[in-house]
């Protein structure tokens, strides 16, 4: 593919962000494109994803409304079928030999951000921004999806003697579909594992060969219910769900510190009650909890369930509690952060190269590393810079589209490496 | 107007249920209908209301909203005109000589509940449940405007000599519109106070001359604003909105209960924040106090807003709360009760006659008795009994029609009782 | 007994102030006292209490150092032999013929209040203060008691035909003693029963025929147990008793309030940890909860219990909830106010006579009342208005010792009344 | 001094246990040992403090109870005279020529811990355990101090060029005393400061040449003052200091986390209210917050007063904080940590050198360090291993005797290596 083609690419799908289990065109386009390849195996939906492990998946309504959409913007009927039911995302197969199997993990879903109409945020100056109204790929998984085709096609054309897997994920703006890509069995035989991210404050020219500093987090979602009552005439008929949320709240910021490290907790979305004069039969908190390792993660996780279910009980309510997205910490392997960091100081267009930084945040590409590392594979998480005018998350991000093809020729450099290096 | 004429009145308001501000079409139909009596004063709007004293007055665009729904069902255009901006509601004034003047007050409004539409719902099995999809008259202000209108009738009819004044109400269910009309001027002359509610769990042929019990009552709307973060990677940065909300919430139950008599809080409506890894920036509580007394009220009036105030400056929010509704507590006076009940026991129709009973509920009809009280005047809040299938505020309610034309004789008979025995 | 006799007695009495289960000198005096009368029965201790019943009884040590201190105050040894491990109190019982069983209750304990030693304090002027340091009658029982011998006396020496019975009960202060002397049996065939206080905020003349509005009442002590940790090095390890503590504290308050009558909640005494870096292993709360009826105190002793039991589990803490005292709501009997309201009347030392008065506390005597009237008797609580410099539970309370007599007077003209107007 | 006379001081200081401002005897014995050698300055009490920062000193009558126990112990008179008021404290100076000012700081005082009367508790078989019932040596403090005394003695027949001023440092265990002795002068133009602690954990024969991880601590008293009010009677009377308090320790709690590193935060010890039917007038927390760094546990502080302070005006209440000990964090330098490292490394009776190692509490010695660095000096706090039977701040706690000349071979030894190295 060339640049030219990987920026018509990009931009196609950046016309088409779209949110977690509901990227049917981004997945149709993807195969679309792949399928024109001399593949070895091309794994699409249902294929590539352990049903039981899909988070947050939304309803079928819901499902449907932008199945449709993908469907008036042209999708490919053939392809959006296999699809059915939120099974989205894609894994691209390239056998060249004996050698080493390794991985690329991109992500390519788009977020719930109304995208910048000002002349100076190129998207929408130069034709291709969102035509999904208040969606936007405004985090660059255009740019990640973008690359995996790059570095396929990248490896195709060398002298690559091993198996390359590319993976075309799902949800991870929701950590909602990391894990179920991580269980589907396609990274069994992984034996190294790149995944890429662009941008993070990094500008154009500049590879962080390790990001580290990955929080564990689970998002949870609380719903309180108990009995409504009037509120004047009859207050103790009531089962006071927004009493019931309250306690829990206050109890949920209480969850003891930990001496083994960084803890996190948040009551991010919280409503409940109908009306000034009924006690609030129902009342909800959407949060999360976070830890620096997993297991902090899960200490908070289990202390926020006892406080749920014990604030419910106090006001003599129901509550249930789901999982909404989740994902483990994990550490880019030094080993591999080497390879990768020397082909990155050996590229003439990469003028800085930092070692190891850390995220600070969260990411579900954490699943597929842990996966890879359980079984006795390596992982690195690597960081492409590009200049991006907006913050990520914000409506006028972008990314430098020249950052797309040296992310392909190092993430394309580094595979090769390790196949070259390692039997 | 004949008996049938009152029923199909009732059934076009039916027809039109609008909530507080919004009677358009309400209004226009009863100003429509009142113009053609030999009345001495019709005033409409603006006219019947002390502007600073409206609350809960919707946004702009809310209202026009409506304005053009009521156009659309056939509202009088000149009539509409004089509404415009929310002023909704009339009085009509009829002279007969020297007299005492005595006043009704019916309220007009309706509930935001989706009417009933099974076949043993009678509005809809004849044909005029609302048109208005999610709002219907659940709570009998049909029949209050109708038995308004009958009473003008009747006493115009008759040899009474006095005044009579019809207060028609509107933002009685939101108690947002009781103090406008109380404080419009047009009660200042005014020696007794009638006001008339349907139903109340009492049956057809039954009338409680004087309803007491009401609760002071207040709603607040508390809206805490903070400053966002990253849950995650900067949790220190935010000034958390929903934390101050659940700070609140818990302190408000916990107001202490009073020496001389009931009070209540609720807080009845709450949201907050955007998304779960996000420190919620703003988060609002929609709720209500009651006592007892209008003292009461007041005491956990203040008690609230302190403890809202306190809360947001613990969590570095600021906090605007609003009064969305009011209405003090008030008795019926024994005087004007005997009067009432003395009509109601030799109406050959009447079958029961409660002499006082409790609401144990609120109601802003209570504005307009204390402003009679206060001038030295007499007041007296009538219950009309009705067979309802449903209870009141659910979507299967309905009135007997045949309690409006008792309704109208027992209180057109009180309004001659009164005329005649005090000079 | 003659009137300079009658202050003698409450004179020692107030010299030795006991609180609940210690009157260990008080009964002793008492039935010293008693012994010298011709009486049918005289009930000691273990005889006139279900021990099952007893509440807030307090540790071995405790009771022992109030037994020797009565025993070196000159308690005869024999009498306090049968008052062993906290059994005081006492019932007289006189019979003369065919008549009803009128009871009379009085209580005997003390406060846990460090006497005035002013001048004008006319026990201490007067040389008979406390002279158990930190505790002293502030109640006027000392002067219940005096009246319970004297009615004794008065109704002996009167052509009175029935059976008298006094009840001298301990532990009121604490209401830990009610329940015990009502279940005693010595009730079950009492007819009618008067219980008396003095004072109340009523003058020396003054006479209240029917006290009401007693509140019922439950006081509990609610212990949580946790496990301590480090708060610097490990605080993810303890089981915070305090966060538990408050949690319920907060909810207990916020218990919602009931459209039958009124309740209270109040968290009255709070301790808990053991140092400034120490994660608190144990904390407590000393409470109560009241109703305007017996039903109302459950309801809230129902929901007091949730919370408190939630809020442990919360913390992974372990709660135990002790019933420390306890009464119930009561009402005087009409008929029985107006015989003692006539006999007052009468009575040329009584000033006024006031026919019912709410006390808006709680006692004990409750239990008793209660027992009486569901035997199909009558019961009244009677005021007797007594001039005290200082209020009840003060340092400076005292009673005019005139009106012991007035009160002996009244008490025994009813007795005489019931039995010679009711066969 | 030998070592035998080091073990007699040392079992002579175990005997005295004194807490924080209270260390008359230890202040005297040692003032008393330290003016038989040729000192060139030996500074006390008020000489060696800044009054103003002296933290938790304790009443009056607190001081003279404990004055005249040191008295009665056998205390010089004149000494003590010259320590009246809570002055405790010395600094002991040796000037040697030319050559750098090294200081040796060590901490003096005990703990409220009743000390194990076991026979395997050596200082109770061995017959010098604790004659101050209640309080013991449990932290090492005594082996502190005598280490102090042997190696002035042992720089003092060295060869030594320099100044040694050796810092005897009262009240640590509260972190009441480190900020006074920082704050007195006598370290203006010290160039080296080394602090000591036996156990912590290591084994005797183990030295930790710099202990780090210190958390920076505050220690606060929070007390609301409200207004009682009887609970049943008048419960809007009361403005309860209890729900106050438990509002704030929720919201204390509730503290966000910061992403700069770790923070803590604890309610240890609540106390509040007189009686179950008072509605509390008065309340407590005696707390602490930490951080990471001294700006975290600023952060925690300024969080902290703001929670305290809003908690009190929603129940209006005043509430009034004081702070009861304080001590930032520091960091050992590495450069002093290689010395001291070096020193011990080639010291025979030494059997194991840790580098750096984390202490995860805190410690007020942090005070002198980082005023010694602020100067531009350097410090290290350095870990003197001990076999201790019980853990610390416990009643078994013990030190291993031998390890006191150990340590005093180890700190002498930097001391001259210091002075030889650095001119």
Redesign the interface.
């Known amino acids: 593919m060339t640049s030219s083609d990987l920026v018509e690419l990009r931009r196609d799908l950046h016309r088409h962000p779209e949110p977690a289990w509901r990227e049917f065109y981004t997945t149709a386009r993807l195969v679309d494109e792949l399928e024109t390849r001399d593949l070895d195996a091309l794994y699409v939906g249902p294929e590539v994803l352990s049903e039981e492990d899909r988070m947050a998946v939304p309803g079928e309504e819901e499902l449907e409304t932008w199945f449709d959409r993908a469907r008036e913007a042209g999708a490919r009927e053939d392809i959006l079928d296999r699809l059915r039911g939120g099974y989205t995302g894609a894994v691209a197969v390239l056998e060249r030999g004996e050698g080493p199997t390794v991985a690329l993990r991109v992500d390519i879903d788009g977020l719930p951000i109304t995208e910048s109409d000002g002349d100076d945020h190129v998207p929408f100056s130069g034709g291709f921004h969102s035509e999904n109204e208040g969606y936007m790929h405004a985090c660059g998984h255009d740019a990640h999806a973008t690359i995996g085709v790059g570095v396929l096609d990248a490896v195709a054309e060398s002298d690559f003697a091993g198996t390359l897997k590319v993976f075309f994920q799902p949800g991870e703006e929701q950590i909602a579909g990391g894990k179920a890509m991580a269980k589907s069995g396609h990274l069994d035989d992984v034996d190294y594992l790149l995944a890429v991210h662009v941008g993070l404050d990094h500008p154009s020219g500049e590879i962080v060969a390790g990001v580290n500093g990955f929080?564990a987090?689970s998002?949870f979602e609380a719903t309180f219910t108990g009995a409504p009552a009037?509120?004047?005439?009859?207050?103790?008929e009531?089962d006071?769900a927004?009493?019931a949320?309250?306690?829990a709240?206050?109890?949920l910021?209480?969850i003891?510190?930990?001496?083994?490290g960084?803890?996190?907790?948040?009551?991010?979305?919280?409503?409940?009650?109908?009306?000034?004069?009924?006690?609030?039969e129902e009342?909800s908190i959407?949060?999360?909890v976070?830890g620096e390792t997993t297991e902090l993660m899960q200490?908070m996780e289990e202390k926020g369930r006892?406080?749920v279910?014990?604030?419910a009980?106090?006001?003599?309510c129901e509550v249930d509690v789901s999982t909404?997205g989740k994902a483990p910490s994990a550490r880019s392997d030094e080993e591999l952060v080497s390879i990768v960091s020397a082909v990155a100081r050996a590229n003439g267009g990469v003028e800085s190269v930092i070692e190891t930084d850390a995220l600070?945040?969260?990411e579900d590409a954490t699943y597929l590393m842990q996966e890879v590392q359980d079984n006795g594979g390596l992982a690195a998480y690597v960081g492409v810079g590009t200049d991006h005018p907006g913050g990520h998350h914000t409506r006028t991000f972008d990314v430098d589209e020249e950052s797309i093809g040296l992310g392909v020729e190092v993430l394309a450099g580094a595979v090769l490496d390790i196949a070259s290096s390692r039997p």
Chains 1, 2, 3, 4 share one sequence.
């Open positions: 929080l987090v998002h009037h509120a004047g005439a009859k207050p103790e009531g006071n927004v009493q949320m309250a306690t709240i206050q109890n910021y209480g003891p510190r930990h001496a083994d960084a803890t996190r907790v948040n009551a991010g979305v919280v409503e409940g009650g109908t009306a000034s004069n009924i006690i609030p009342a959407g949060g999360e976070r200490y006892r406080v279910r014990s604030a009980e106090m006001h003599g909404e600070g945040g969260s």
